[in-house]
Every structure is written in structure tokens, then in C-alpha cells.
């Protein structure tokens, strides 16, 4: 019975998406935390960064950081909305790739999804595959709005298990024109049957049952029960080596943020319910005929993710294996992450009006 728990909790909770500690930070975290001045990266000389908020159409507020290119005024850019990785803030991974597209020339906004960072909803630290999808579009909404954004050249980055929900809204929003995938997680599949799709239907029905008795604490007790399937205080050495990726990221000075579930948090225990019968990826070929990249790491324990996603996609569509890379090497190694290809796929497929009309009489002159 214990190991079916072990299972169930591991595929339902997923190693990554819960890892977390007691909410006291300890001294070095406080310590990282004041260091970084609450982002996990420095802010360019190239851009500009501002806080903005807006509302899904739900009614939750949602708080992102607008970066811009400077001395973009008068101009109208082609704008990304970017979310990910599951658990973490806009101030972690997001962040740093909008800062990267807004250096080459796009409008970028980084978001915290629902319940979580310094975006509302209650109860805090729960997430939701129609939600978190909704999210995305939300981001859109905004950037449609303002007046430095071509509303009709928007596209969106989903970074880990954001990249899932980023494919759903693709799919489901036809505003959407182009969506980039790193490190993809479909969070449902996971949650639903299991890292590689082990979990056997007897276990899944156990964790069912486990998922269902907690409810009945949750609602005896009037609040909701953290995940305690965390991230350790220390690493003992026998981990897997992707839990050791995490740590590394999440728990030290290299990723730490005090706001996000996975440095210093935790999911609710019930958290995997919404995710378990409500495929993402259903509707993946209608993104067609917008265009689809998808990239993952040669090393990464998530890489069948992505190529399942590219599996299912309809063209047009590309997936880009990195040489070497990890998971959790396309969270901020900024000499492995390829800027030079998103940058290259967003102005391709984001074009202006008159500058596509212009491309195709000049195809059609040859």
C-alpha cells in the first residue's frame, strides 16, 4: 500500500512541480533572496521592465513585468507572452527569456499564473489546466491593448509544464499566431498516469482514493493540506540526477525565489485532481496552420514530452533537440537556450501585414 502511494504521489504530484520546504526561509535563503533583489537575474541595459496587471476572465488578477526594448517609442512590436515553469515566478525563468526576445526586438510580458506569485486567487498555491490556460489568453488580452503591441503579430513561450498550457491556448485561441515550447511537460499525462505513462490502472485508481480521503480532511479541517512530497533541506547523494537538476536551480542562489512554490512553497495535496482527466493536448493539430516550435533537451528526463507534442502536431512544425542539455539547462543557461532560434522563428511568423504582403510579391516576382 505504501509503495502505491509512493506512486500515486509521485505521478500526481510530480518531482519538480511540489518540491518545496517549510514556509521559514532559512538564513542563506533570506540571504539569496536580498542578494538577487527578488530576481534571479540582472536586469539589461537594453530594455525596460514594468510592472503591469490585468484580469482573466474569471476576474483574478494577474501581475506580470512588461519589458520593452528601449528607445522603442513611436514604434509597434510584435509582442510574446511567456509563462513557466510549473511552480515558479516571473522573476525565475520567464522573466529571463523575456528580457532575452524584448533585447531582440519584441514587446515581452513574463506572468505569475493564478493562486500563484503576486498574481490573486484563492486558495493560494493550486493549479488548473482551464485556468492556467485561460492565463495565457489573458496575457493576450493585454498585450492586444497597448499601444506599442500589432495585435494581429502575438505569440506566446511556455517553459515546462507552462508549455503544455501554452500548446492548449494555441490551440483554442486563434490570436494566437506562433508558440514556442522549452522543456515541455504535459502536466495532465504526468499527473494522470505517471512519469513515461507507468502508472498501472489499479494505482491510479489507489491514488484516486488517496486524492479523495484528503479532500475529507481538507474540508473537515476548512483549509487545504500542503503537498509533502518537497524538495530536501539538503541533498543526501543518492537522488536522481534530475532531482539534483532541481536543486540546484530552485534551492540555491542560482534560481531561489522566495515567492515560488518550487524554492520555498508547496502545491496543495489535491493539487493533481483538476489534471487527471482533462487531457491538454486534445486539440494540439488545430493549432495548424499556425506554426509550432518545440524544444527540449537531449538529456532531459522530460524530452518524450516534447516529442509526443511533435508527434501529435499537425504542420507546421519543428522540434530542436539540444546537443547535451538538461531540463532544467533551458530554465537560464543562456549559452545553451536558443535565443538566435526563437528570435529567428518569432520574426518569421509574426510578421507585419504590409512586410508578409511585401515577402510574398517578392516570392511570386522570382
Known sequence: MKAIITIAALSCLVVGQAYSQNENASNQQKKIV???????????????????????????TLSGDLYLPKNSEGKTLAALAISGPFGAVKEQSSGLYAQ??????????????????????????VASPDINTEDFSAAVDFLGLQKTVDRGRIGIIGVCGFAGMGLNAAAIDKRIKAVATTSMYNMSRVMANGYFDALTPEQRAKALEVLGQQRWKDAEQGSYAASSNNLPEKLKGNEPQFVVDYFNYYKTDRGFHSRSINSNGSWTATNALSFMNMP?????????????????GENAHSRYFSEDAYKAAAEPKELIIIPGATHVDLYDRLDIIPFDKLEKFFKDNLKSESTAKAGAKQTKGK
Do not use: C, W
Open 100 to 125: 532575452n526576445m524584448a533585447e531582440r526586438g519584441f514587446a515581452a510580458l513574463a506572468f505569475d499564473p493564478s493562486y500563484t506569485g503576486e498574481s490573486g486567487g484563492e486558495p493560494r498555491n
Open 34 to 60: 536580498a542578494q538577487k533583489k527578488h530576481y534571479t537575474f540582472q536586469l539589461s541595459d537594453n530594455v525596460t521592465r514594468q510592472k503591469v496587471t490585468f484580469k482573466n476572465r474569471y476576474g483574478i
Open 280 to 296: 491538454l493536448l486534445t486539440y494540439i493539430h488545430e493549432i495548424s496552420p499556425r506554426p509550432v516550435l518545440i524544444i527540449a
